[in-house]
């Protein structure tokens, strides 16, 4: 039994404030600067106090960094990403728990491994794969063969290279696993004496029973794929296909330049707003999913 005394309940507090002040001091930064004017923003001392030229600042980012030909491009890599991220990790735990293998605990933790390479370790090789996906199966096959075969497939400056090389997930197949393992056994055997494929089992009763793992995973990844940065600046030199991480760097002000921090933090502040909402819509199923998937 946990003891309560004043002095722990006033420490426990102070450090809840610290946390919360500490956390929320640059959205307040960026919510002033973004809504006050050139000679408010560059004032010393700062005014944490929001000014009215928000929207006069929003319609300077937004024309400056093209941000709604970004933003299209960027919902459609985090949404992309999202689902094939959800997909490919429920359908990976599923085989891993439910089929019968003696290799299968090697082929999860062979995947969980790869938690400890981020995209910024393996970058270089996976952009030469990703500017000519055959290259693998080329050298293969000269190997193998002595044949060469000049045959090339680009996936620079296009969706495919920006999503395919980032869906593969460890994060959501540990989570899928983990709440697969919370199921009973005499799921999957009422649903071999009735009939049910591995197929039919997956959608109807794995899938259901997993909504909140889903919508969790749904927000965590949607989070990632929107904050992709040093991907998406290595894949896409067609401005095109520039995204909103990669605009930020056009909302800066130019050396020598006017000093337009309001502009810059009001195109900052446009940018956080999709995952925020985000967070913001799914954070119960969020929690609610997480919990859920501990053994």
């Known amino acids: 039994m946990i003891q309560r005394t004043p002095f722990a309940d006033a420490l426990t507090y102070g450090l809840m404030i610290l946390g919360f002040l500490l956390l929320i001091g640059p959205f307040v930064v960026v919510i002033a600067g973004a809504s006050q004017s050139l000679q408010q923003v560059n004032a010393v001392p700062f005014r944490f106090m929001p000014g009215t030229h928000f929207l006069e600042n929003a319609s300077a980012a937004w024309t400056r960094g093209d941000l709604g030909h970004a933003m299209v491009n960027s919902l459609i890599m985090a949404t992309l990403v999202t689902v094939g991220k959800v997909a490919l990790s429920a359908c990976t735990a599923f085989a891993i728990v439910f089929f019968r293998s003696p290799l299968k605990h090697l082929f999860f933790w062979t995947v969980f491994i790869t938690l400890m390479l981020p995209l910024e370790v393996r970058v270089v090789p996976t952009y030469a794969v990703a500017a000519d996906m ?159 998937s501990e053994k």
């Open 134 to 292: 055959f290259t693998p199966f080329r050298l293969l096959i000269q190997f193998l063969t002595g044949i060469e075969i000049k045959v090339e497939w680009n996936l620079l400056n296009s969706y495919a290279g920006l999503v395919l090389p980032l869906i593969a997930t460890a994060t959501g197949t540990f989570l899928y696993r983990q709440f697969f393992m919370t199921l009973p056994d005499e799921l999957a055997e009422a649903a071999r004496m009735d009939g049910s494929g591995p197929v039919r089992f997956f959608f109807d009763m794995l899938v259901p029973l997993s909504r909140t793992n889903i919508l969790a995973l749904t927000t965590i990844m949607f989070v990632y794929g929107w904050n992709q940065y040093l991907w998406p600046l290595l894949m896409v030199t067609d401005p095109s296909y520039k995204t909103m991480m990669m605009q930020l760097r056009a909302l800066l002000p130019a050396e020598n330049g006017i000093p337009d921090w309001n502009v810059t933090l009001a195109g900052s502040l446009i940018i956080m707003l999709p995952p925020v909402l985000v967070v913001a819509i799914l954070q119960r199923w969020f929690v609610r999913g997480l919990v859920a």
